[in-house]
């Protein structure tokens, strides 16, 4: 996770010395700056009609260049940034989609449930003609779409009761705003009463209606008033003009941010005196002033922020943000994290896209379920003083010029979506080349072939679906087993009626192994001499059999060292405790008891040097041969001792499980209570 992180940050680090590239590219070649100020004088009176729709002036009774040149520096100063991005828009022709009701609930789940926006709705009448013709609705919808404002065509033949309930009689347009100025509010319905049906008058019956929900001051008492107040509202927006109303783009954000901002407009066309707005610190027409509890901010003065809907949006989300704002941020950055793990998995193709399912289900739940507490916390009344600092350390962070910088490259990326996804695309590739030459690099085998993959994720499904995979924990020499709840479950896991389980052996490295010792041990001279001894006495038939023995058991050694690389062999060195020549056939053997051993004339094994937990036996039952001084012995959690050897190769095989009780060799057990004088169970 901290991996991806920190790929996202330097994606990020990326993305923003690529934006200061372009700038200089830009300044080299044109000579000017995004942030420049543009002379409305110079521009050509079809560039000048652009800037005002975009921002929301009407210019339908203006006819001289001059007049639309006046209208434009009365609206706030024109930046080549704004310039570029309205020429851009005007060229794009994209058709703006509008939605089609289907009936009531349709209507209502969309118009009058929405509160925090504004709906055009046109109506058509049964076995009547639109208000509104094709072309010119389609003209209206681009139109209005700049400044956040949806449509749709609701017909009444689909839905007659409920246009007869609303009186809706004839063809006509309903525009539906919020009612109140509280956030998630009631919404009103206003039908067009209009007589021209034209674009510009149908837009300026709704600019008007938009317009009269923002507060208008025309004097500088009431200025001086509003300025001193307090109220509900920490954060409020002015803007000082010499207009008849404000913009429409203005008038759409006072609606968007309806409980969180309050947007005023200072209508000083007709003012005589204007000392105030100088006390207050406005020198300029037009301008736009951001008081908050922490001071005045000037919007227009740093990088990206133009007189725009696009531009303000992003700033005014940035100072007075609301949880679903935080919520989408935080959603996207986690999903662009995840999407990191497309190149930094290595292997098959198929694989990585596995994995990157994976992770983008877990880190969106992880996140979905991180976000209900905060909500729960938000709710409470204590946290309000919290919620407060954190919105005061929020506005003074992006009020900053590097706020500033990351909001206009945010809008410049926002605005070219391929030059985005072609740049991660490209951080992508990168990462996955360091990646596979820092594996190469460390000799890692990758598997690059989808089949064997597919083959490896069936196997562990399968094993993970018939058998659950245990805790691997270390386990120490001496320690409290814990008492396993599932035992019946796991005994019935063991036929081979079902898939056994892929079980890692790193376990096995972590079980106690010792050697086997004797007290009162005779020297090696005599030892091998008595062995001789005893090999002579012995019959052919049964040295022909314990050597046979001896060679199948040492292939299976050499396997076992091979395989698991734990296995070693036991030092030839007899000890007449536990003497397994002694008058006994391998029938016999096999008869005894687990645990017995021959004391007539052995002495007794040196059990100190066991663990605690370790039954005491002298024979191991894999091979059933007793064990020999100095040899090497494993044992398992419930507590029955093997030779070493012989006990991993049984592991390593896949049965990994106890050969004597078939418990877990891997899972912990409650140890047995110490049977400790085993020599007096056998009578003498």
């Known amino acids: 996770m901290w991996l991806k992180l920190f790929f996202l940050l330097l994606y990020f680090l990326v993305l923003f010395v690529l934006a200061r590239f372009f700038e200089a590219i830009v300044w080299y070649e044109t000579g000017i700056f995004a942030t420049q100020l543009v002379d409305p004088v110079a521009l050509s009176f079809k560039k000048l009609k652009t800037i005002l729709e975009c921002r929301g002036l009407g210019y339908s009774g203006l006819p001289e260049k001059k007049d639309v040149r006046e209208l434009v520096e009365k609206s706030g100063d024109l930046m080549e940034g704004e310039l570029y991005s309205a020429l851009k828009e005007e060229e794009a022709s994209e058709s703006v989609s509008s939605t089609n009701f289907s009936g009531e609930?349709?209507?209502?789940?969309?118009?009058?449930?929405?509160?925090?926006?504004?709906?055009l709705v046109q109506v058509i009448a049964n076995d009547r003609s639109p208000l509104v013709g094709k072309i010119h609705w389609e003209k209206m919808v681009k139109k209005v779409s700049r400044f956040g404002i949806r449509t749709g065509t609701f017909n009444c033949s689909s839905d007659p009761r409920y246009c007869r309930r609303r009186g809706w009689v004839r063809s006509t347009l309903i525009m539906s705003v919020p009612q109140?100025?509280?956030?998630?509010?009631?919404?009103?319905?206003?039908?067009?009463?209009?007589?021209?049906?034209?674009?510009?008058?149908?837009?300026?019956?709704?600019?008007?209606?938009?317009?009269?929900?923002?507060?208008?001051i025309y004097n500088a008492e009431r200025l001086k008033e509003e300025w001193n107040k307090s109220d509900q509202y920490w954060v409020k927006i002015y803007l000082f003009a010499n207009l008849d109303q404000p913009p429409a783009f203005f008038s759409a954000l006072s609606i968007k941010f309806t409980g969180r901002v309050e947007f005023i407009f200072v209508n000083v066309e007709n003012w005589d005196n204007k000392s105030y707005m100088t006390d207050v610190g406005v020198h300029n027409m037009p301008s736009y002033i951001?008081?908050?509890?922490?001071?005045?901010?000037?919007?227009?003065?740093?990088?990206?922020?133009?007189?725009?809907?696009?531009?303000?949006d992003s700033f005014l989300r940035s100072v007075q943000p609301e949880v679903n704002d935080l919520f989408v941020l935080s959603l996207v950055l986690v999903n662009l994290m995840a999407?990191?793990?497309?190149?930094?998995?290595?292997?098959?193709?198929?694989?990585r896209f596995v994995v990157l399912i994976s992770t983008l289900g877990t880190y969106n739940s992880l996140?979905?379920?991180?976000?209900?507490p905060v909500l729960g916390f938000l709710q409470l009344p204590y946290l309000d003083s919290f919620y407060e600092y954190s919105l005061k350390l929020l506005r003074y962070s992006n009020t900053t010029t590097l706020a500033s910088w990351v909001r206009a490259d945010w809008m410049f990326y926002s605005s070219h979506p391929a030059l985005f996804l072609s740049t991660y695309l490209g951080h992508g590739l990168l990462i996955d080349y360091f990646e596979k030459k820092r594996r190469r690099n460390n000799n890692d085998e990758v598997n690059a072939n989808n089949l064997e993959w597919l083959s490896s994720l069936w196997d562990w499904y399968t094993s993970y679906l018939f058998h659950p995979i245990a805790s691997f924990q270390n386990f120490p020499?001496?320690?409290?087993?814990?008492?396993?709840?599932?035992?019946?479950?796991?005994?019935?896991?063991?036929?081979?009626?079902?898939?056994?389980?892929?079980?890692?052996?790193?376990?096995?490295?972590?079980?106690?192994?010792?050697?086997?010792?004797?007290?009162?041990?005779?020297?090696?001279?005599?030892l091998s001499e008595g062995s001789q001894?005893?090999?002579?006495?012995?019959?052919?038939?049964?040295?022909?059999t314990s050597s046979s023995e001896k060679e199948v058991f040492e292939d299976k050694q050499n396997v076992v060292h091979h395989s698991a690389g734990r296995a070693s062999h036991c030092e030839a060195e007899a000890c007449s405790c536990a003497n397994k020549y002694c008058q006994t056939g391998p029938y016999e053997r096999k008869g005894r008891s687990y645990g017995s051993y021959n004391t007539n004339e052995d002495m007794e094994p040196d059990w100190l040097a066991w663990p605690a937990d370790m039954l005491h036996c002298t024979e191991c039952v894999v091979c059933l041969e007793n064990f020999e001084n100095g040899c090497l012995l494993m044992g398992l959690p419930c507590g029955?001792?093997?030779?070493?050897?012989c006990i991993v190769m049984w592991l390593a095989g896949g049965r990994h499980c106890c050969p004597v009780c078939r418990w877990p060799s891997y899972k912990k057990k409650q140890p047995y209570a110490q049977h400790q004088p085993l020599s007096n169970d056998v009578p003498s």
Not at 494 to 522: A, E, S
Not at 533 to 544: A, K, L, R, Y
Request: net charge negative; proline share 4%; charged share 25%.
């Open 640 to 645: 029955h001792v093997f030779h070493q050897n």
């Open 105 to 119: 609930m349709h209507f209502y789940e969309l118009v009058e449930d929405t509160k925090d926006g504004i709906w």
């Open 477 to 526: 020499v001496e320690s409290d087993w814990d008492e396993d709840p599932d035992l019946f479950l796991e005994r019935l896991a063991f036929p081979d009626l079902w898939l056994h389980p892929l079980i890692p052996t790193d376990y096995i490295k972590n079980l106690p192994m010792w050697r086997f010792r004797c007290l009162g041990v005779q020297s090696e001279e005599e």
């Open 367 to 372: 996140l979905i379920i991180s976000w209900l």
């Open 180 to 216: 109140t100025t509280t956030s998630k509010g009631k919404v009103m319905l206003k039908e067009y009463s209009g007589r021209k049906i034209e674009v510009e008058h149908i837009f300026k019956w709704i600019t008007a209606h938009a317009a009269s929900r923002i507060k208008t």
């Open 533 to 544: 001894d005893t090999e002579n006495d012995s019959d052919s038939e049964s040295t022909d």
């Open 290 to 312: 951001l008081r908050t509890p922490e001071g005045i901010y000037r919007y227009g003065n740093h990088t990206g922020e133009f007189i725009s809907l696009q531009a303000m």
């Open 339 to 351: 999407w990191m793990d497309l190149f930094i998995t290595q292997g098959a193709t198929i694989k």
